[in-house]
């Protein structure tokens, strides 16, 4: 059984850090795409960051030189560093895996979210 379990969600500050953090588990996870999505209300679920298997890493334009996502392969598990946050970052944030190599193609599996809040 596949489970993707995020956390590191919260309320902070504009200009605030936070780090999520997803661990997977039930899936070979060094061969997965990894990703972080947002869905903010009333909008649709967007991209924020990928990263491949082999660490190559991509970016939403509206994080770039904030975000960085990262993945340790011996602990299965995907981060999210979020610095400089703004109040448009609010949203539930998701995990997932893919196992395709082209990130366009939605992911195989996604987490429950966890919820990211900026607002002073």
């Known amino acids: 059984q596949v489970q993707l379990v995020e956390s590191g969600g919260g309320l902070v500050q504009p200009g605030g850090s936070l780090r999520l953090s997803c661990a997977a588990s039930?899936?070979?996870?060094?061969?997965?795409?990894m990703g972080w999505y947002r869905q903010a209300p009333g909008k649709q679920r967007e991209l924020v960051a990928v990263?491949?298997?082999?660490?190559?890493?991509n970016y939403a334009d509206s994080v770039k030189g904030r975000f960085t996502i990262s993945r340790d392969n011996a602990r299965n598990t995907v981060y999210l560093q979020m610095n400089s946050l703004k109040p448009e970052d609010t949203a539930l944030y998701y995990c997932s895996a893919g196992y395709n190599s082209d990130y366009h193609i939605p992911p195989n599996y996604w987490g429950q979210g966890t919820q990211v809040t900026v607002s002073s």
């Open positions: 039930g899936i070979i996870f060094r061969i997965y795409v």
């Open positions: 990263i491949s298997s082999g660490g190559r890493t």
